[in-house]
């Protein structure tokens, strides 16, 4: 049982490339997580959504509760944005949060 | 800016040895979590501590004990290893269980455990 869907699972990009990373959900949430993980294995939190649309630098996120359905996009991708993004959501009914198994990218010179 | 530290970073056990992965955060936050993560899967949460002296069950707990010895540490034992427990161990921290909703965690640099 996999209450989240990343696609695709990997992506390779041109630098200067836009980026779109999706994710899709199954169930209803209270609140959807974009995480990144280096190549390293560390790992940071980039966003928190339960509705509408975040920025923060070249990073934008955006949800639609009622298609059950998030995007993070990267505009004019560099090198290092080379990483694994992760997304998770909170169920409406528990107290934790379901991780997808990411999506693997990598942004080549 | 130590954020969330976790020791050791590599470990190999064998089968039915025992071990304690330590975590510790020095952000003042209330709640920790230990969470796994196996190649083809998401992120899975083994046990969480809302806040100092309380510990509950995550979504894979079975081999697994914990303990919140203070507000800054939160250890994970693994009482007798199994291969099944071979993975990469994070810890992470949220300033309380609620506001992880809102700004999310900060996570440990990971423990590569692998049990023969």
């Known amino acids: 049982k996999n209450e989240v869907e990343q696609s695709p699972q990997n992506l390779t990009a041109q630098e200067g490339e836009f980026i779109t990373i999706n994710c899709s959900y199954s169930?209803?949430?209270?609140?959807l997580h974009w995480l990144q993980q280096h190549p390293g294995g560390g790992i940071v939190s980039l966003f928190m959504?339960?509705?509408g649309k975040k920025k923060h630098g070249r990073l934008i996120a955006t949800i639609n509760i009622q298609e059950k359905h998030s995007s993070l996009h990267i505009t004019a991708s560099h090198p290092r944005d080379s990483a694994v993004y992760i997304c998770?959501?909170?169920?409406?009914?528990?107290?934790?949060?379901?991780f997808g198994t990411g999506t693997s990218l990598t942004v080549i010179p | 800016n130590a954020g969330v530290t976790q020791t050791p970073k590599f470990q190999v056990l064998k089968t039915g040895q025992s071990m304690t992965l330590q975590c510790a955060q020095d952000m003042n936050h209330n709640s920790m979590y230990w969470y796994r993560q196996d190649p083809g899967m998401g992120l899975r949460l083994i046990y969480y501590s809302a806040s100092e002296g309380t510990t509950d069950k995550g979504e894979v707990p079975n081999g697994y004990n914990v303990s919140r010895l203070n507000k800054r540490e939160f250890s994970l034992r693994l009482e007798s290893a199994a291969p099944s427990q071979t993975s990469v161990y994070f810890c992470a921290s949220s300033e309380r269980w609620e506001t992880a909703v809102y700004y999310g965690y900060t996570f440990g640099s990971g423990t590569r455990l692998t049990v023969v």
């Open positions: 169930v209803g949430i209270s609140a």
């Open positions: 998770a959501v909170l169920l409406n009914t528990g107290n934790q949060f379901y």
């Open positions: 959504l339960s509705s």
